[in-house]
Structures are given as structure tokens and as C-alpha cells.
């Protein structure tokens, strides 16, 4: 499809666990964005790239949080040591360039047992 | 992490009516957005905002970019029921330095049809 593809949708695992959320953003989109949504609130703002390299990632909660995107394309957002405060929707958005709209994906639901 | 102030939290509409909900900060922002998000998707963008001052309408849907910088709303016309959802404000603060490209978001104002 033409939009921000994310996956997996949904990902379980149990608390201590290390995970990876996919994110595959609009062809040519130079900038990604990660942000996390816990529920009732609106989505708080991550890590941004522009190209390959992590602009910002001044939202990232602590160092088990970190994001890559090697080939400027797709992102990688990994969790390790997952604790039940992790669990929320982890939503990418990319946009053409940083002063035109961010346009989202669908988000990955990760609930920590 | 910092959000706007939002409001209202929530309201009820029946079809037809004219709905309107605002977004303050204490902040300015050189850009304004509105996104609506269902139940299990991400957010969409509906209106995007870049001049102090501008007023732009997408079909039912008209949003003001405010005269200080630091307030947008957006008002929705003869409302129908697929109106239902949250709204999310959104303002980006550009610094072309490389950072600075994220958008921080309000609260949401969710939208109910009346029972």
C-alpha cells in the first residue's frame, strides 16, 4: 500500500523480554518519526530521523529504548528488558521533509505481561 | 512529556449540528495540525496550518491557525455520524538545525453521537 506500514500489529511477551517494532515508512519520505500513545492521551513523541541518522531522540524514556534506521528506509524501534510500563501503541510516521505534514501508521500494540 | 491543552475532553453531537474545539499553548509553533484517530488506527490528518492568522477548510471541516501562535481550533459543519472519533491537535516547533521536527500533541477531544 501507499501509507506507513507498521507490523507486527499486535506483539505479547512477557516482561523482560527484548523486542523489535517495524516501521516501513512512505516511499521517499526522508523523515521518520517514533512516538508512543498510552491510552487516554495523545501520542508523545520518540526518536526522529532524517536520512539515516537519529536527528532527535531526546523522547526516548531511558537506554533500553533505542531506534535504527540503516538504509534510510525502514526503522527499527527496539525495547530490551521490556518492564509493563513499555505496554502502549508504538505509532511511525514519516514525512516527505521536516516542514511537511507527518502522516502515521496504524501502530503496534505491545502489551507486557 | 509536554501536550497542549486541549478541550473540550469530550462531547456528545447529534447529526447536523456544528461542532467546535480548540488547542492552547503556552508555547508558539510555527505549525498547527488536526488529526482524527479511530478505534485501532492511527491518526489521520485532516487539516494542516502554517501562517498565523490562516484559515483553511477541508470540506466540513474548517481550522484557524491563531494570531499569537500558541492557539488553533477547528470547527466541523453538519456533523454525521462517521464524525465520531478523537481529535488530536498538533504543534511543531521547526528548527531546520535538525532537530525540533516532532509534533507535540494535545489530550483529544472525543467525539460521541447522542444517545
Known amino acids: 500500500g501507499a501509507g506507513v506500514s507498521q507490523t507486527p500489529s499486535n506483539k505479547v511477551t512477557e516482561k523482560g523480554k527484548y523486542v523489535e517494532l517495524r516501521c516501513d515508512p512512505i516511499s521517499g519520505h526522508t523523515a521518520l518519526y517514533w512516538y508512543r500513545q498510552s491510552l487516554g492521551q495523545g501520542p508523545e513523541f520518540l526518536i526522529y530521523f532524517q536520512g539515516t541518522g537519529a536527528a532527535d531522540d531526546s523522547g526516548l524514556p531511558n537506554d533500553r529504548f533505542f531506534a535504527v534506521r540503516p538504509e534510510g528506509s525502514v526503522s527499527t524501534l527496539k525495547i530490551q528488558r521490556t518492564e509493563r510500563g513499555d505496554s502502549a501503541v508504538y505509532l511511525c510516521a514519516s514525512s516527505p521533509t521536516i516542514d511537511q505534514p507527518q502522516h502515521f501508521g496504524d501502530g503496534t500494540r505491545l502489551s507486557i505481561l | ?115
Do not use: H
Open chain 2, 1 to 115: 512529556g509536554q501536550q497542549l491543552n486541549q478541550s473540550p475532553q469530550s462531547m456528545f453531537i447529534q447529526e447536523g449540528e456544528d461542532v467546535s474545539m480548540n488547542c492552547t499553548s503556552s508555547s508558539i509553533f510555527n505549525t498547527w495540525l488536526w488529526y482524527k484517530q479511530d478505534p485501532g488506527e492511527g491518526p489521520v490528518l485532516l487539516i494542516a496550518l502554517y501562517k498565523a492568522g490562516e484559515l483553511t477548510s477541508n470540506g466540513r471541516l474548517t481550522a484557524q491557525f491563531g494570531i499569537t501562535r500558541k492557539d488553533s481550533f477547528l470547527n466541523i459543519s453538519a456533523s454525521i455520524p462517521s464524525d465520531v472519533g478523537i481529535y488530536f491537535c498538533a504543534g511543531q516547533r521547526l528548527n531546520y538545525g535538525g532537530s525540533q521536527g516532532n509534533l507535540i500533541f494535545g489530550k483529544g477531544t472525543k467525539l460521541s453521537v447522542k444517545p
